[in-house]
Nanobody
Framework: QVQFVESGGGLVQPGGSLRLSCAAS????????MSWYRQRPAKERELVAT????????YYADSVKGRFTMYRNNVLNTVYLQMNSLKPEDTAVYYC????????WGQGTQVTVSS
């Protein structure tokens, strides 16, 4: 079945960097655009970034443009989110998903930006 396993989160100081990974399975990964989402405390889940099946950028939220980069490895069925210049407001649980699915959510990975 469809499954997403996120990893790479942690505690980082403002201005720091983290790279998140998400291993996907249960569908033909290389043929689908993929997305990263996040859910900040007391907020609804929001779309952060989307890339197409070849890795070309389709969307970045204004709040992360120029700081976050999403990319993928279609051999490893994995997407990544490189996050630089992190801010306290980036604190959230981060999830990946197929761009059109909206279900089969993984457990997410917690990112905490704090001094």
């Amino acid at each position: 079945q469809v499954q997403f396993v996120e990893s790479g989160g942690g505690l980082v100081q403002p201005g720091g960097s983290l790279r998140l990974s998400c291993a996907a399975s249960g569908f033909t990964f290389s043929t689908y655009p993929m997305s990263w989402y996040r859910q900040r405390p007391a907020k609804e889940r929001e779309l952060v970034a989307t890339i197409n099946s070849a890795g070309g950028s389709l969307y970045y939220a204004d709040s992360v443009k120029g700081r976050f980069t999403m990319y993928r490895n279609n051999v490893l069925n994995t997407v990544y989110l490189q996050m630089n210049s992190l801010k306290p407001e980036d604190t959230a649980v981060y999830y990946c998903n197929r761009y059109d699915l909206g279900r089969f959510w993984g457990q997410g990975t917690q990112v905490t930006v704090s001094s």
